[in-house]
């Protein structure tokens, strides 16, 4: 009896888990706040009407009259869509990441948690290539790389933080 203790609980946590996780996002994904991917908004910030459709794997397709506006387009679904991926993904870059998740020096982490992520990133030096590379854009990039993070603002201003914003508040 002893022998089936420990397996049969670490199924019932594994089940338990799992329906929790199951719970969650379906609870979000018929929230108000889910992305709708239907439907007709109005978004300050574009020169011309711009459709965006979802096709059957939902995976959007702008279709605009000028590139501005497609580039614009692109920023706001993505922050709609990505927006915790594109904030994780600033705090690796700049070697930031224990801001958000704190230092756990036992994690899975290979190389001594979130600071040592930190550290190997900072040593990388990835956002100041990136600054150094955004130095050099031209006029025409400089205005498309704009219309893009434009379009990542109008859609912070105008929707909610994704779920996972919660998990660490």
Not at 12 to 25: N, P, R
Not at 61 to 90: C, K, P, S, Y
Request: hydrophobic fraction near 45%; aromatic fraction near 10%; glycine fraction near 10%.
């Amino acid at each position: 009896m002893k022998k089936l203790f420990l397996p049969c609980l670490a199924l019932f946590a594994a089940v338990l888990m799992a329906s929790c996780a199951t719970w969650t996002y379906l609870s979000y994904k018929s929230s108000p706040d889910a992305p709708a991917h239907s439907g007709t908004h109005t978004v300050q910030g574009l020169k011309k009407p711009v459709k965006i459709v979802y096709d059957a794997h939902s995976v959007p397709h702008i279709i605009a009259e000028n590139e501005e506006d497609m580039v614009f387009a692109t920023g706001w679904v993505h922050a709609r869509e990505r927006l915790f991926q594109m904030d994780l993904m600033r705090h690796v870059v700049y070697g930031r990441l224990s801001e958000m998740f704190g230092n756990s020096p036992n994690s899975v982490l290979p190389v001594g948690g979130t600071l040592g992520v930190d550290r190997f990133f900072r040593g990388l030096g990835l956002f100041r290539a990136g600054e150094l590379s955004a130095a050099k854009i031209g006029a025409e990039g400089r205005a498309l790389g704009e219309a893009y993070v434009a379009g990542v603002n109008e859609a912070m201003k105008t929707g909610t933080l994704p779920i996972e914003f919660g998990c660490w508040a």
